[in-house]
T-cell receptor, first 113, second 113 residues
Framework: GNSVTQMEGPVTLSEEAFLTINCTYT??????LFWYVQYPGEGLQLLLK?????DKGSNKGFEATYRKETTSFHLEKGSVQVSDSAVYFC????????????FGAGTRLFVKA | DTEVTQTPKHLVMGMTNKKSLKCEQH?????MYWYKQKAKKPPELMFV???????INESVPSRFSPECPNSSLLNLHLHALQPEDSALYLC????????????FGPGTRLLVL
């Protein structure tokens, strides 16, 4: 079945540091890939997505590239801010999985001033 | 308007109570979802409604009863819950149940005593 594996947290960084959160997936079909972010006390919101191989999703300085050859969708940001402190979920959805969204375990990010 | 609203924000109930959670969206989305999220875990899918019909029930206990009165509203009726059902209940919607972006509400934080 489909699955998503993302790096364990928490990740603690200083402001303006470079961020990478690794995400790899297993899927029988051709999934769409997502990064969702959950700020404290809130629901999830879409950060970025990519629907086919080599697509790059980007938003708010965050980027992720759909790499089919390595089945990865790593999240990066060049310079994090305190306001980026949140939990980040990598996710996938595809037809073979009945379009159910499969979430990774989540990675908590703390950014210190 | 890209907002999904949920009421109430917080709910405390005893094991013999009956209560309902409500969710509303006005984006014209035809798929709506209920998720359960325990602390420090990803959301777990409970139910999917597609075009106002229940299309997925992830083997959820019958003490949880979903209802979709129309395309904008989704309810979750609760009866005889257990303390282990305490969690954040998230509602989400998407254009259709075809693997696209899901828009999440802020959730209802439920405590069962």
């Amino acid at each position: 079945g489909n699955s998503v594996t993302q790096m364990e947290g928490p990740v603690t960084l200083s402001e303006e540091a470079f961020l990478t959160i690794n995400c790899t997936y297993t899927a029988t079909g051709y999934p769409s890939l997502f990064w969702y972010v959950q700020y404290p006390g809130e629901g999830l919101q879409l950060l970025l997505k990519a629907t086919k191989a080599d697509d790059k999703g980007s938003n708010k300085g965050f980027e992720a590239t759909y790499r089919k050859e390595t089945t990865s969708f790593h999240l990066e940001k060049g310079s994090v801010q305190v306001s980026d402190s949140a939990v980040y979920f990598c996710a996938l959805s595809d037809r073979d999985g009945g379009f159910k969204t499969i979430f990774g375990a989540g990675t908590r990010l703390f950014v210190k001033a | 308007d890209t907002e999904v609203t949920q009421t109430p924000k917080h709910l405390v109930m005893g094991m013999t109570n009956k209560k309902s959670l409500k969710c509303e969206q006005h984006m014209g989305h035809r798929a709506m979802y209920w998720y359960k999220q325990k602390a420090k875990k990803p959301p777990e899918l409970m139910f999917v409604y597609s075009y106002e019909k229940l299309s997925i029930n992830e083997s959820v206990p019958s003490r949880f009863s979903p209802e979709c009165p129309n395309s904008s509203l989704l309810n979750l009726h609760l009866h005889a819950l257990q303390p282990e059902d305490s969690a954040l209940y998230l509602c989400a919607s998407s254009q259709d149940h075809g693997g696209g972006t899901q828009y999440f509400g802020p959730g209802t934080r439920l405590l069962v005593l």
